[in-house]
Nanobody, 124 residues
Framework: QVELVESGGGLVQAGETLILSCAVS????????MAWYRQAPGKQRELVAS???????DYSDSVKGRFIISRDNGINTMYLQMDSLKPEDTAVYYC??????????????????WGQGTQVTVSS
């Protein structure tokens, strides 16, 4: 019923910029909190940045000052602008969202969904 699709990953050199997008689709009533996570090879998945429905944001210390998270509630899409990329930013980036969607007879409770991930590779 609900799908999160990331796009925008790729291979870049250190110091360059990438912008990731996460589009939420389905029988959506409202998308609440959203977040970007990443997982590097051999490491646990970690929170990169989060954004509330009112666009309050928070960042991990490792990306603060370099990454900007934003969202467009009109099209249920979240973005991650990644500036001054470093080789240590190399990972699969995942979109995460709490979504209220339509069900028979009404609305669901907020349900957490993940995207399939998009690879970001930063060469030195």
């Amino acid at each position: 019923q609900v799908e999160l699709v990331e796009s925008g990953g790729g291979l870049v050199q250190a110091g360059e910029t990438l912008i990731l997008s996460c589009a939420v689709s389905g029988n959506i009533v409202r998308v609440n909190d959203m977040a970007w996570y990443r997982q590097a090879p051999g490491k646990q998945r970690e929170l990169v940045a989060s954004i509330t429905i009112t666009s309050l944001t928070d960042y991990s210390d490792s990306v603060k000052g370099r990454f900007i998270i934003s969202r467009d509630n009109g099209i249920n899409t979240m973005y991650l602008q990644m500036d001054s990329l470093k080789p240590e930013d190399t990972a699969v980036y995942y979109c995460n969202a709490d979504v209220i969607h339509r069900i028979a007879g009404g609305f669901s409770s907020p349900t957490n969904y993940w995207g399939q991930g998009t690879q970001v590779t930063v060469s030195s």
